[in-house]
């Protein structure tokens, strides 16, 4: 290594990449071609190709990345292609099965023929409705039932006669209304008078029977109704004989009527045999029941007798609610197979419900039509897109949407786990289920499904990244601006100029982190020319320009950075210590990221200070022990301590005590990046060397000794800047960051022009021997064989204080005098 104790500075043009707006073809948006599709993304493109077009199961499709990359947009449009080559999807009807009208009939048929069969079966029921009344009560009819309700009433006249010859002269046959009409009842006959049995029991009550009159017409009563009962039988199937005889006599005058009707809707669908099928059915369902037809045809009032109609609502629909039609699935008018988006992807919306309908008197009805379809029968022949993470958030839909791709079939359940309604044990016919699932989500997402569910893969063979970058190169750069020309189309905004263009290029250089990459996040671009275009109206500007970008930027920080401002406060009252001035041993500025929202955080400085001493118990990180960092910041002090073993302990064990902590962090410190300056902290302890505390930090080590990259370089560097300016430029602060990072930055203007007049530095450097010189003004030392490291050089000073530790806890463990060696 060398002692060299010249570090050149960053150059200013290597601070930020700007694009030069003469460079640009075109005057404002207005010139150019508004964007078709997405840019770029092509790996991910072809994936949504494959998966598209491959229809075999299993090659479902997970879309993963992050919000505004163009996700939605491309499955779109690859969609929007596929729909123009195939065909509608079928259509599927829910219809009642007559006998199991709790297993729900599903009818499949050809797309707009659902809403053909509805209407076809609505008008059977209003010609039948207007025509069967007039059938059941022509003359002809009338005529043969009234005589064979004649012929009836006399054999029933006969059976009484019979029976009354038995009953003399105790008793006699008493009528009383019963639900199936008039019914014999036996009635003790006393001073002429027939009376009810019951009304015995008051007479004795009331002394006007005696005793022995009451039990003797009791027990005549046991008798004579074993005798009689074979009577009374023989006149109650009288009665079901004559009216089934008028029943069949009624379905015999229906049936022509009806097996027309019905025959001339069936004619219609000739080809579908389960359609067939199912009028059959209809029409012997419909003579079955053709005493309907009188019952919501004779109007009644509220006691049920013949005069005003005041039915209640929906009885003449109830009546014949079991012919409707229950059309599930319409695709009448679609043009193509479904492309359905699922924005609510409950297990509800998903995989469809039975909903029971409120009837008169509190009950529920439960029955065909309560069947509501989910977004997976809307989509069977096609496609359906939803978020991973709001279906998945719902327990129940990962397991039912696996049975669902692996089987084909989607059933609607008999309840529904979210509500507390009766289902009735209503088992619909199961709908048939082929589709293409498309799912948006995240690679942490994919990584849990991928690795906790081995059937996850063979269900969504297909994975389509979307990379939240671009390479910038010319191509994209035109791409961006076409993508700002469509943005101003869609949504009539003011044009932008060829500099608001340039510096909406250079924030998408920002958000992508690279100097040659652009963000592919264009949502975050397009707010900017939204809210830049709210800004011209309020200045009453023509079109956008790169003031009023950069207003909307400066805008957009100032609505989320108030935590910024409050921890400047704690800064500037000394209430969190900070310091850009002086020089301090064992104590250094490191640089953190505060995270306040998704799209937006901060830098601010730290201080990382160290103690050491002798001992053996290694390098302690405080946060560690009090679980206040994370896995990767523990492995970056790990990697600190085999740094010291490598460099400083190959002639001696390291008998050292060291304890490193970020000073005034309570809510958790995440990463490595703190690595670096936690070991200038250290070795400045060790060394009883003072640190410039104008310089900050920011780098990860490994054990080398070599700076790694780290993120956010850009918030860091300004984050430091920020402070230094509130607490005073002397020309002498600066911050030190990897080499490796050179190619992120992306400075405000503000610390440029710092940098440019010399009152801030940006140093980069390769491995921590390189930093000494900008921390403590003396070289950081090369090990020779012969000799070790110079003795003022800071490697020896370190190393000089180790070896005395190594001697002195050598002298202590074995008991010895320690006697202090001046030569280190």
Request: aromatic share 8%; net charge negative; proline share 5%.
């Amino acid at each position: 290594m060398s002692d060299a104790f010249t570090v050149p500075e960053v150059p200013i043009e290597k601070l930020r990449w700007r694009c030069d707006p003469s460079r640009l073809p075109f005057e404002t948006t207005d010139d150019l071609t508004p964007l078709q599709g997405i840019l770029g993304q092509e790996r991910a493109q072809k994936a949504l190709t494959l998966g598209v077009e491959i229809a075999k199961s299993g090659y479902n499709i997970y879309v993963c990345g992050m919000t505004g990359t163009g996700r939605m947009t491309a499955v779109q449009q690859i969609l929007d292609a596929r729909r123009k080559e195939g065909s509608p999807a079928p259509d599927f009807c829910y219809v009642s099965r007559f006998r199991q009208p709790e297993h729900p009939r599903l009818l499949i048929l050809p797309a707009g023929q659902g809403r053909a069969l509805k209407q076809a079966m609505d008008g059977v029921l209003k010609d039948l409705k207007r025509e069967v009344p007039r059938v059941l009560t022509s003359e002809g009819l009338r005529q043969r039932t009234k005589a064979r309700m004649q012929e009836a009433q006399r054999r029933e006249a006969r059976l009484c006669e019979q029976l009354e010859a038995k009953l003399t002269p105790d008793f006699g046959l008493f009528w009383h209304q019963a639900e199936a009409g008039p019914e014999p009842e036996l009635a003790p006959l006393i001073d002429g008078q027939l009376i009810p049995l019951p009304d015995l029991d008051h007479r004795l009550e009331a002394g006007t029977l005696a005793v022995e009159q009451y039990r003797h017409l009791h027990a005549r009563y046991q008798t004579l109704m074993v005798e009689c009962s074979h009577g009374f039988e023989d006149m109650r199937r009288l009665r079901r004989e004559t009216e089934e005889e008028i029943h069949k006599l009624e379905r015999a005058y229906v049936r022509p009527l009806i097996d027309k009707r019905v025959q001339e809707a069936a004619a219609a669908f000739e080809a579908e045999t389960d359609i067939q099928d199912y009028f059959r059915g209809v029409v012997e369902a419909l003579i079955e029941h053709s005493d309907r037809f009188i019952a919501s045809s004779a109007p009644t009032d509220k006691e049920g007798h013949p005069g005003v109609s005041l039915p209640h609502p929906g009885d003449e629909e109830d009546a014949f609610h079991e012919y409707q039609v229950n059309v599930l699935i319409d695709n009448a008018d679609a043009d193509g197979p479904p492309v359905i988006f699922e924005t609510v992807p409950t297990y509800r919306n998903l995989f469809g419900s039975i909903e029971p309908v409120p009837e008169y008197g509190g009950i529920w009805r439960v029955d065909f039509s309560c069947i509501r379809p989910g977004s997976l029968h809307r989509a069977h022949g096609g496609y359906l897109i939803f978020n991973a993470f709001d279906a998945l958030s719902d327990p129940m839909v990962w397991p039912v949407l696996k049975r669902v791709l692996r089987y084909g079939q989607a059933d609607i359940q008999a309840h529904d786990h979210s509500v507390l309604m009766p289902a009735g044990g209503l088992k619909p016919d199961p709908l048939p289920c082929h589709v293409k699932v498309i799912m948006l989500g995240d690679e942490e997402l994919y990584e849990a499904l991928a690795f906790d569910d081995e059937s996850f893969t063979r269900l969504f063979k297909v994975k389509a990244d979307f990379d939240t970058v671009l390479p910038r190169n010319a191509g994209t750069m035109a791409q961006y601006a076409d993508f700002l020309r469509r943005v101003c189309d869609e949504e009539q905004l003011r044009p932008c100029n060829r500099s608001a263009v340039a510096a909406l290029l250079e924030y998408g250089v920002r958000l992508a982190g690279r100097q040659n990459k652009l963000s592919a996040r264009l949502e975050h671009i397009a707010d900017v020319v939204r809210e830049a275009d709210y800004w011209a109206d309020k200045s009453g500007k023509a079109m956008v320009t790169r003031e009023l970008v950069e207003c909307a930027l400066r805008e957009r920080e100032t609505r989320v950075n108030m935590t910024q401002e409050q921890i400047r406060e704690l800064i500037d009252e000394e209430l969190l210590l900070v310091s850009s001035h002086g020089t301090a041993i064992g104590q250094v500025n490191g640089l953190v990221i505060y995270e306040t929202s998704a799209d937006y955080g901060f830098g601010c400085p730290v201080w990382i200070t160290a103690s050491t001493t002798m001992g053996d118990a290694g390098v302690v990180n405080i946060e560690r022990e009090v679980e206040l960092s994370d896995a990767m910041h523990n492995k970056g002090v790990l990697i600190l301590s085999g740094y010291l073993r490598n460099t400083y302990a190959y002639d001696k064990p390291l008998a050292l005590s060291a304890s490193l902590c970020v000073e005034q962090s309570y809510e958790g410190i995440s990463g490595d990046s703190a690595s670096a300056a936690e070991c200038y902290a250290l070795l400045s302890s060790l060394a009883g060397l003072p640190v410039e505390q104008g310089i900050a930090i920011t780098g990860s080590v490994n054990q080398k000794g070599v700076l790694q990259a780290v993120s956010g370089i850009n918030e860091k560097i300004e984050g430091f800047f920020d402070v230094c300016c509130q607490q005073g430029l002397t020309g002498h602060q600066g911050v030190v960051i990897p080499t490796s990072n050179i190619a992120d930055l992306m400075l405000r203007e503000d610390v440029i022009e710092g940098v440019a007049a010399g009152n801030f530095h940006v140093y980069a450097i390769q491995t921590l021997d390189e930093g000494w010189p900008i921390l403590t003004g003396l070289a950081a030392g090369a090990w020779q064989p012969e000799t070790g490291y110079p003795a003022e050089s800071v490697n020896g000073r370190v190393e000089a204080q180790l070896r005395r530790f190594a001697d002195q806890w050598y002298a202590l463990r074995n008991g010895l005098p320690y006697q202090h060696d001046p030569s280190y």
